[in-house]
Nanobody, 121 residues
């Protein structure tokens, strides 16, 4: 009953920027961490950025200084601002959220369906 809707992916030139968004909808108690993962063809899915409900953030070393994760708790939405994009950033980006749906203290993983980001050189 919980859905994560992603938007903002697309094709961009190297050095350009994109902003991804992911909104959670449905009835649930709370959202804890919200994260962005990505998966390139032939590679494992990797954590790109994470943000707690209080706003603390962590980033993969490969994107530090270029990407910024933020959230709007009133809108149940997480964002990923991607700057100085490189061809190696090309991947399907997935929104992930830890959501308490059935009880207040039991958090489960929910995933968006992914949005393609392609960076051309």
């Amino acid at each position: 009953q919980v859905q994560l809707a992603e938007s903002g992916g697309g094709l961009v030139q190297a050095g350009g920027s994109l902003r991804l968004s992911c909104a959670a909808s449905g009835s649930f108690f709370s959202i804890n961490a919200m994260n962005w993962y990505r998966q390139a063809p032939g590679k494992q899915r990797e954590l790109v950025a994470a943000i707690t409900r209080g706003g603390s953030t962590n980033y993969a070393d490969s994107v530090k200084g270029r990407f910024n994760i933020s959230r709007d708790n009133a809108k149940n939405t997480v964002y990923l601002q991607m700057n100085s994009l490189k061809p190696e950033d090309t991947a399907v980006y997935y929104c992930n959220a830890k959501i308490a749906y059935y009880s207040r203290n039991s958090y489960s993983d929910y995933w968006g369906q992914g949005t393609q980001v392609t960076v051309s050189s």
